[in-house]
């Protein structure tokens, strides 16, 4: 008998004893992304986006020592309204739980929830990569090697565009991870819909990509698949105006010496800051874009797993 100390809120519960689909979410969205109380009314709307298509949310987080599939209402506004709370990846996601404490999920530390509790797909906004500079500071994000190892699909409006992406795609190659755009051959830009760089693989609908997902876990092959989809035109940033902003938040994170995981927060802060909130407003329309086709993949998995 396992002692891992993890718990299903009751919805989560009831939908695998039923044997319904579910989709993953993350939590550092929640307590790193934005302010409360907009932080909760968007976890809210994503939780209920993925509802909507008849699908089960399960945010993940680390509650007191507990690891947590999915949220009851009243954990996930005290989380939003939570101080000091962790930010918890591969390397920290034990030690937290071992020491009782709280922490937010991270990409990485989401996907081994989600396999632990027999979740196949999460929703996500961007993916961590390989930072700007990283020749020299090595910083390169542990959702990557999270990909190549754990056999979970994840839809994200591809990586974050404050980082080296051209080396994240790289490094997704050597680790041998699948790279999926969505309906366009270009690799999605996190808040633009395209960017100068090819996706490696192209397919157009949900049910391709769940049989792509299927067809990995047939064939033996570890690790899971980014799924890169474009945020909607509406809602975009082009490249061409973010590139000097992106460039401007760098910048200012080098003069004022911000390091390892404290970086991400800060450069999404400044380009807010700098974009006088679009930048916020894309966020929220990528993530919520991204939680109702990571709903129709699960859809379509459970359709291939029961026949």
Not at 64 to 93: H, P, Y
């Amino acid at each position: 008998m396992t002692s891992l100390p993890m718990i299903r809120s009751a919805e989560v519960a009831a939908a695998q004893a039923a044997g319904k689909p579910v989709v993953a979410l993350e939590s550092t969205i929640i307590t790193h992304g934005m302010p409360y109380p907009q932080n909760l009314e968007v976890a809210r709307q994503v939780e209920d986006d993925i509802r909507a298509a008849g699908v089960t949310p399960a945010t993940m987080a680390v509650l007191e020592g507990k690891l947590c599939i999915g949220l009851e209402a009243e954990q996930l506004e005290t989380l939003a309204q939570a101080r000091g709370v962790a930010k918890l990846s591969r390397a920290d996601l034990a030690a937290c739980m071992a020491t009782g404490g709280t922490g937010a999920t991270t990409v990485a530390a989401t996907m081994i929830a989600a396999h632990l509790a027999g979740i196949a797909v999460f929703a996500t906004g961007g993916i961590g990569g390989v930072h700007r500079g990283a020749e020299n500071s090595f910083d390169i994000s542990a959702d990557l090697m999270e990909l190549a190892q754990t056999p979970v699909t994840v839809v994200a409006a591809g990586a974050k565009a404050i980082l080296d992406v051209d080396k994240t795609l790289e490094v997704l190659e050597t680790q041998g991870v699948p790279v999926i755009a969505v309906g366009q051959d270009s690799f999605p830009a996190f808040w633009s819909a395209e960017s100068q760089l090819k996706a490696p693989l192209r397919m157009d609908t949900a049910l391709d990509i769940a049989r792509a997902h299927h067809m990995r876990a047939e064939l033996g092959l570890p690790g899971g698949q980014l799924v890169a989809n474009p945020v909607p035109a509406a809602d975009e940033i082009p490249a061409a105006d973010l590139a000097p902003v992106i460039a401007r938040a760098q910048a200012d994170a080098d003069a004022h010496g911000i390091r390892g995981k404290a970086v991400t927060p800060y450069l999404l802060q400044r380009i807010f800051e700098l974009t006088e909130g679009r930048s916020l407003v894309a966020n929220i329309a990528l993530v919520r874009n991204n939680a109702r086709l990571a709903a129709r993949i699960a859809q379509a998995l459970s359709t291939i797993r029961q026949s």
